[in-house]
């Protein structure tokens, strides 16, 4: 009989009584979702409706924002569920690439000739590979073609969150850059079905809208939009009627872009117009270092350059821009979940696609609107696609009922004990090994008291883009300066992008505003930013955002006991319940899996100790 899980004290009474018919003995399935060749490629395994296993491909390949096929993720998923491919019953892919190339080619014919580009490119990317995914996963995994389910894009999203979500009857919202067509949807989910009502259709999309103001700030697509989500408190939303010129908003949150402003429909390499220019100013330079009046000029920078106001009000007027696109943005997802859950009849929300991953407008979602309940998934976006096709496969395709909620994040690969003492033997540091977890804990404690930088590597890493005390680097949040060693020893991140808090979900109402912080889990998720409560901004300085907000992320014993304990113990020892974490990775890296890819990222970097399983490694000392 396959494990079941249920979510602690969200709805555990609910799921009791709605396990599968007959019980699981009854069946034993195993559907493999896959997502891959746009964003993020994962897989995931389900058995009997039940999540086994789930990874990004980008944790094995080392190769950040990975989308190639994700063979490695899907040996992984296999080897973990005890499972050869030919024995898969199903494998649910999470789009449907005949319509989404459909798309393409009718797009690239309305636009030519300035299309040329998109269509050469659809032309050899797509015959290539991506139109034959059929044949590419029978000849990878052997398994006949009527095994193979196709999904619709806003479909899986849709099924990623409210599937899994504790709900039994809720609105839906998705909302990402494009799939097939759709860009937004609406709908309902109700027991193991779902329907999606109401869409907006591609080019007309605000992931689209926000990714060209990244680009237009000097970022990368689809991996700087943290970076305008953070850079926002810093300046005034002043341009909020410029961006209102390129997007239009009905009161129900739909909206249509001016296209006149806009070029990703026919171009591959530019998302944006002169028109765009003309009302936004010249594009920000990429790279140049990003500071203010109210940041100052970050130690790790190095000299303060004589012209430092000048370029603080160069600065200003992004961080301007940013604040306005993120407010409209803001505006149309409220617009939406109001209306969503007014469609539906319920106060309950399930969230998913890139958009989704705007913890800022999630928290304003609770705060701001008669949603009582939101889900979003770790893996909001494409990544987490995968696992909403399995489930849609599962639920909706063969009318499984629900018994499964994904209520904690780690679902990848778990560090091998022969690795890690492998990794102790030749570090030729000194290494210390604890038969007991609590003197581990208190060990760590102690380290993290005395001011050290710790990289934590416990159980199984993540799944999604956030680190959530698997594969973390940890430190005090109490001192003002730990932003900075952070940032000196290891992130060399900029002012703009806050650090995490972690704190035991029983202790979060404390630090932050946030109401029963245990009923939410978008917070054990790192999706939700909440304010930081006045009276406790100055005891965690490190990890309060200067708008006085933090990402913060809730653990709970049941779901993530070692990590509970420590930031538990760490709260004895200091009265202070509260760690900064970041994720263990080097800037532009994707985050570490194996014990040799922490100790890697750990010699490189200026982390003081490192933790694997029960194993301590210590720097200066041997
Ligand atoms: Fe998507």
New binding site residues.
């Given amino acids: 009989m396959a494990e079941r899980r249920t979510a602690a004290g969200v709805d555990a009474a609910f799921y009791e009584d709605r396990r599968p018919a007959g019980g699981a003995a009854a069946v034993l399935m195993h559907i493999l979702g896959v997502s891959c060749y746009?964003?993020d490629a994962a897989a995931a395994l389900l058995r009997d409706g039940v999540l086994v296993a789930a990874a990004e491909e980008e944790r094995f390949s080392r190769v950040k924002h990975d989308f190639s096929f994700p063979a490695r993720a899907i040996e992984f998923c296999l080897e973990r569920g005890g499972v050869a491919a030919r024995d898969l019953d199903y494998v649910a892919f999470f789009e449907k690439p005949l319509i989404k190339f459909e798309r393409i080619l009718q797009t690239s014919l309305a636009t030519a000739p300035r299309s040329g580009g998109v269509f050469r490119q659809a032309m050899t990317g797509w015959l290539l590979d991506k139109l034959w995914v059929k044949s590419l996963l029978r000849s990878t995994l052997g398994i006949p073609p009527d095994r193979v389910l196709f999904c619709e894009?806003h479909e899986s999203?849709a099924a990623s969150a409210f599937l899994c979500s504790p709900f039994d009857d809720a609105a839906i919202l998705t909302v990402?850059?494009v799939?097939e067509w759709t860009t937004t949807a609406v709908g309902r989910g109700r027991g193991s079905d779902l329907r999606l009502s109401e869409e907006i259709r591609f080019p007309h999309s605000l992931g689209l809208l926000y990714s060209a103001f990244t680009a237009f700030l000097g970022f990368e697509v689809n991996e700087g939009e943290y970076k305008v989500m953070g850079m926002a408190p810093y300046g005034r939303p002043r341009f909020v009627d410029d961006v209102k010129r390129v997007v239009r908003i009905g009161a129900d949150g739909a909206f249509t872009l001016d296209l006149d402003y806009f070029s990703f429909h026919y171009s591959t390499t530019r998302s944006f117009t002169s028109r765009f220019e003309q009302l936004f100013g010249p594009p920000r330079t990429p790279g140049l270092p990003f500071f203010t009046e109210s940041s100052g000029y970050p130690a790790y920078y190095g000299e303060k350059p004589g012209n430092f106001h000048e370029l603080a009000r160069e600065n200003e007027r992004y961080a301007d821009i940013a604040a306005s696109i993120q407010a409209v943005t803001e505006e149309i997802v409220l617009a939406m979940a109001r209306h969503a859950v007014d469609a539906a009849g319920s106060t309950r929300l399930c969230m998913a696609?890139?958009v989704a991953l705007n913890s800022v407008a999630n928290g304003r979602i609770l705060r701001e609107t008669p949603v009582t309940d939101l889900y979003v998934q770790p893996a909001a976006?494409?990544s987490g696609?995968a696992l909403g096709a399995a489930l849609y496969a599962w639920h909706v395709v063969l009318g499984h009922p629900r018994g499964f909620v994904l209520d904690r994040a780690a679902w990848g690969a778990v560090p091998s004990p022969d690795e890690i003492r492998a990794v102790a033997d030749g570090s030729g540091l000194a290494v210390e090994r604890y038969e007991y977890e609590d003197e581990l804990v208190d060990r760590t404690v102690g380290l993290l008291e005395g001011g050290a930088v710790i990289g934590w590597v416990q159980g199984p890493f993540e799944w999604g883009p956030r680190a959530l005390g698997h594969r973390s680097i940890l430190a005090d949040p109490r001192r003002a300066d730990a932003k900075d060693v952070v940032n000196v020893k290891i992130k060399f991140r900029e002012p703009y992008r806050p650090f995490a808090p972690s704190v035991p979900a029983e202790r979060a109402a404390e630090y932050f505003d946030l109401a029963d912080p245990p009923r939410h889990l978008p917070a054990r998720f790192m999706l939700l930013v909440t304010p930081v409560r006045e009276c406790a901004r100055a005891r965690i300085p490190a990890v309060t955002h200067v708008d006085g907000s933090a990402r913060l992320q809730t653990v709970t014993a049941d779901t993530n006991p070692r990590y509970h304990n420590l930031i538990s113990r760490f709260g004895e020892a200091t009265g202070v319940p509260v760690l900064l974490n970041t994720s263990f990775n080097l800037r532009g890296e994707p985050i570490v899996n194996t014990p040799h890819e922490a100790f890697s990222t750990f010699s490189r970097s200026g982390m003081d100790a490192l933790v694997l399983d029960r194993t301590v490694i210590l720097k200066g000392q041997s």
């Fill in positions: 746009f964003h894009h999203h990402d850059g799939g696609g890139g976006g494409d696609a």
